[in-house]
């Protein structure tokens, strides 16, 4: 079993930054790909980034690309989605994932991924 634990979510005024961390325990993760996913009332939860914790590979959504930087410290089981130039339509609960097959595949939908921490809100003011 692996536990996902958020942090760093909260109220920040557009262009302006926040970096979210998501810490895992309960086993190894050679083969985990780590994925940053956000959700809005009433929708489904959308992909934002994935890492790869055994060679640091990323991949981003259209939509964050060139201002959201996802990133691991291995030796602390943490990933960080440092998020930069934020608008309001980046508002969400941003949720982190562990997807246990993810070094092998481009994992970028909700469903591929195994393991889900509790979510942290941000919210971006006009």
């Known amino acids: 079993q692996v536990q996902l634990v958020e942090s760093g979510g909260g109220l920040v005024q557009a262009g302006g930054s926040l970096r979210l961390s998501c810490t895992a325990s309960?086993?190894?993760?050679?083969?985990?790909?780590m994925g940053w996913f956000r959700q809005v009332p009433g929708k489904e939860r959308d992909f934002v980034a994935r890492?790869?914790?055994?060679?640091?590979?990323?991949y981003y959504a259209g939509s964050v690309k060139g201002r959201f930087t996802v990133s691991r410290d291995n030796a602390k089981n943490t990933v960080y989605l440092q998020m930069n130039s934020l608008k309001p339509e980046d508002t969400a609960v941003y949720y982190c994932a562990a997807d246990r097959t993810g070094a092998w595949r481009m994992s970028v939908t909700a469903t591929e991924y195994d393991y889900w921490g509790q979510g942290t809100q941000v919210t971006v003011s006009s």
């Open positions: 890492i790869t914790w055994s060679d640091g590979n990323t």
């Open positions: 309960g086993r190894t993760f050679s083969t985990y790909a």
